[in-house]
């Protein structure tokens, strides 16, 4: 295994055009990436995102609240989909990837959101009820988002949200 600063990640960002196919520079570039299924991805996906919303000008509330969503996200592909725990190394369920994609969302008002999609190849396990100590990720994603959705089958799982609105970023001088 190599070691955390050399896994491939993929890191790409791609220009959005305008709406109405307009000409002019992209709205944002899109945020794109792929972790190695590893203890360490967690940490790795929120300081890229954080990064990325920082660099958007994101209001730092709700971009505390979307790099803790990211996090609970991969943290759950890691865990749940790839069966990797702290501790002895776990048998690996063959190759996968936990990929990131984000964009921003503009309205006719000038409302941003951003779009999250969180998508694994692990094996999806239907949610188990609360549990006492544990087991509170998709509550926190929910609570981190506007809109929540999390689908699985035999292929891997993927959730996506959409964060609440923010206000347009202020106009350049």
Not at 17 to 24: E, I, K, Q, V
Not at 107 to 125: C, S
């Amino acid at each position: 295994m190599m070691p955390p600063s050399e896994q491939d990640e993929r890191p790409g960002c791609i220009p959005r055009p305008l709406p109405g196919g307009a000409d002019g520079p992209p709205l944002a570039e899109d945020l794109h990436f792929e972790l190695a299924p590893e203890l360490v991805a967690p940490s790795i996906a929120r300081e890229r995102f954080e990064r990325w919303l920082r660099d958007l000008g994101w209001p730092s509330g709700q971009s505390d609240d979307l790099v803790l969503a990211l996090s609970e996200a991969v943290s759950n592909s890691i865990e749940h989909g790839y069966r990797i725990h702290p501790g002895p190394a776990p048998e690996p369920l063959g190759a996968g990837a936990v990929e990131v994609r984000a964009r921003v969302l503009t309205e006719a008002n000038g409302v941003r959101r951003i779009a999250l999609t969180v998508r694994d190849h692990g094996r999806w396990r239907e949610p188990i009820g609360p549990a006492r100590f544990r087991g509170h990720g998709l509550s926190i994603i929910r609570a981190c988002a506007d809109e929540f959705d999390i689908n699985g089958d035999d292929t891997g799982t993927t959730l996506t949200l959409t964060s609440r609105a923010a206000p347009a970023p202020p106009a350049a001088p």
